[in-house]
């Protein structure tokens, strides 16, 4: 089992920023993959950015340039810096967490990110 605990989220006028944070811990093997996806209003969940513990990452299109993932493998957590936020990044964003040849996924219970004037 993998526990996730995030923090960060809430409110921001557009332009604006936050920071996400979501710590991992439990059964954690040497190679894994940690990572964002977000669902707004009556969409579903989709991909905003995952990174190995090699630093290897993958962005959506719609966040290329304004987010930037990063981890500290010390502390098993993962971080999620958001700039140049709009309207359309308003959603629930939730931490995920998989073991390299696990087929268990594992979820945060989501944070919400609100862009409005």
């Known amino acids: 089992q993998v526990h996730l605990v995030e923090s960060g989220g809430g409110w921001v006028q557009p332009g604006g920023s936050l920071r996400l944070s979501c710590a991992a811990s439990g059964s954690i093997f040497s190679i894994n993959v940690m990572g964002w996806y977000r669902q707004a209003p009556g969409k579903q969940r989709e991909l905003a950015a995952t990174?190995?513990?090699?630093?290897?990452?993958n962005y959506a299109d719609s966040v290329k340039g304004r987010f930037t993932i990063s981890r500290d493998n010390a502390k098993i957590t993962v971080y999620l810096q958001m700039n140049s936020l709009k309207p359309e990044d308003t959603a629930v964003y939730y931490c995920h967490f998989k073991n390299w040849g696990d087929t268990v996924d594992y979820w945060g219970q989501g944070t919400q990110v609100t862009v409005s004037s």
């Open positions: 990174i190995t513990n090699g630093g290897r990452t």
